[in-house]
């Protein structure tokens, strides 16, 4: 199991760096862009917070963009969701089925390890590179604060990547099923899920008839401005996350155990 | 002599497709077996089905004495595969690829690997999407030889490789099975069977055939490749 683990860390060693330094150098670069920003920003921050329902959706309502954290949770906030959501997409979805894809399953599968352990190492891979990306962005993000000059809010700031870590294991351990059933590369799937998520926490805050149903997205809990103003985080979001974490990798050890692998 | 292989009333589909229908072979240990049969006729599912890769619908499997199901993870111990499509890791040098295959079995077999490799001239310092079909053949029967098991299965093993790399691979067979392993060989080619093999079987249909001796004429073996409005 070691060896399919560094292996697969091996392997993906590379969309690791390329997606986690591409969406933490934005996030840098917004946060350095604040200064040259900061006064338009203050004439837009009043126009921006009282556009109602946009204005909740994009958290403009709870925190003014005119301080760098208010800044920081609308636009970098939005960057980094997106970001990492897709990466922890395009990682799962391809693990398993990868292997099917590009014909390496019969070399790995003729070697004495059992499918559970293979899938043991592709999901602990999996969570080791989601961990990464969310190491690598925080710390840049925070090297941004600290170019500003400006105190970094380290209990939300901490609140919000652990927020954005759980989302992106939801959103993995979905794709990570589907990779298990699957013989074929999902990419495009995998990169649709992630953004319906979000385009389904955006509409679910701006119609006031869905906000009840919010809890269900992988975004709901792990929303910037509501974390970063102080508010509590949506606790039945996190229970889902879990329970959809949960049954995702059981799913994939079920169904995976059961099935016959492709040439 | 103790059998390397039994198999008993498998049958496998796939869906409403046929793969393959109460097989029941045996092989015995020490023997250079030949499997033969049309494209689709079910040896890849046999020996999918022997390595574990595929779950059978009915029957059942032992080899070295072990239940197919139940100690898949210790036959793969002593089994060398070599599928029909060598396919590998494209970013890997074809030495990390040999190294890996090593690991994973938890064995140090760098120097049998290194006698290998030297025996079938390949080069160990590129890049496996760099390879031929013949060289990845080749790396394919090193990650099958190299840690000395005490049963290869070989899935068409000489497509793509040259006539002297094919004659080195039977000679690398026979050394191994002269030390007591067994061997399944799978294969188009009649004349491997004819020179190489000790029993045969050909399949047909998802059926299994058991020759009398592997030494049999080209039209007896063609019959088995005519559809049966063809004869």
């Known amino acids: ?263 | 002599m103790k059998n390397a292989i039994e198999i008993s009333h498998l049958t496998k589909s796939y869906g409403k497709n046929r793969g393959v229908i109460d097989v029941t072979l045996n092989i015995k240990e020490g023997d250079i077996f030949g499997f033969l049969g049309p494209n689709g006729a079910g040896k890849s599912t046999t020996i999918r089905s022997i390595l574990g890769f595929l779950k059978f619908d009915s029957g059942n499997i032992k080899v070295l004495g072990m239940d197919s199901v139940k100690d898949h993870v210790n036959i793969l111990k002593n089994v060398g595969y070599m599928p029909s499509e060598a396919w590998f890791y494209n970013s890997m040098k074809v030495a990390e690829a040999i190294k890996y295959a090593a690991d994973v079995r938890g064995l140090d077999c760098g120097e049998e690997a290194e006698k290998l490799c030297k025996r079938l001239k390949l080069d160990t310092n590129k890049r496996i999407k760099e390879l031929s079909l013949g060289n990845r053949k080749k790396v394919s029967i090193v990650c099958a030889m190299q840690h000395k098991p005490k049963l290869f299965i070989f899935d068409e093993p000489t497509s793509g490789l040259d006539p002297l790399i094919q004659k080195k691979f039977f000679e690398l067979i026979n050394e191994y099975v002269s030390d007591g392993a067994t061997c399944l060989l799978s294969t188009h080619v009649l004349s491997e069977v004819n020179k190489y093999c000790k029993n045969a079987a050909i399949m047909r249909e998802g059926r299994l055939a058991l020759l009398d001796s592997p030494d049999i004429d080209d039209d007896t073996f063609l019959k088995f490749y005519y559809d049966e409005e063809d004869l």
């Not at chain 1, 989601?130 to 939300?156: Q, R, S």
């Not at chain 1, 385009?199 to 269900?216: A, H, N």
């Open chain 1, 1 to 263: 199991m070691r060896n399919v683990y560094l292996k697969e860390m091996k392997m993906n060693l590379k969309a690791l760096l390329i997606w986690s330094l591409t969406v933490g150098l934005m996030g840098l670069c917004c946060i350095l862009l604040y200064k040259s920003m900061q006064g338009d920003m203050k004439n837009m921050a009043d126009a921006f917070s009282n556009m109602g329902a946009f204005s909740d959706a994009f958290g403009m309502s709870t925190l003014s963009i005119a301080t760098l954290k208010g800044y920081f949770a609308t636009e970098v906030g939005t960057v980094h969701s997106l970001g990492s959501a897709m990466f922890a997409a395009i990682v799962a979805i391809n693990i398993i089925s990868g292997e099917e894809e590009g014909h390496t399953g019969e070399f790995l599968y003729s070697l004495p390890v059992s499918r559970k352990s293979v899938l043991s190492a592709k999901a602990l891979s999996v969570l080791s590179m989601t961990a990464a990306f969310t190491v690598i962005c925080g710390i840049l993000y925070a090297l941004g604060f600290a170019f500003m000059n400006e105190e970094l809010p380290v209990k939300e700031f901490m609140l919000f990547m652990g927020c954005q870590f759980v989302m992106n294991l939801e959103i993995g351990a979905v794709c990570f099923w589907i990779s298990s059933i699957s013989g074929k590369n999902r990419m495009g799937l995998g990169i649709g899920i992630a953004l319906i998520a979000y385009l389904f926490d955006i509409i679910g805050r701006v119609v006031p008839d869905l906000k009840d149903c919010l809890f269900v997205g992988p975004f709901s809990y792990a929303n910037a401005s509501e974390i970063l103003s102080g508010q509590d985080i949506r606790t039945a979001g996190l229970i889902v996350a879990v329970v959809v974490t949960v049954l995702g990798i059981v799913a994939a050890y079920y169904f995976y155990d059961r099935r016959d692998l492709a040439a």
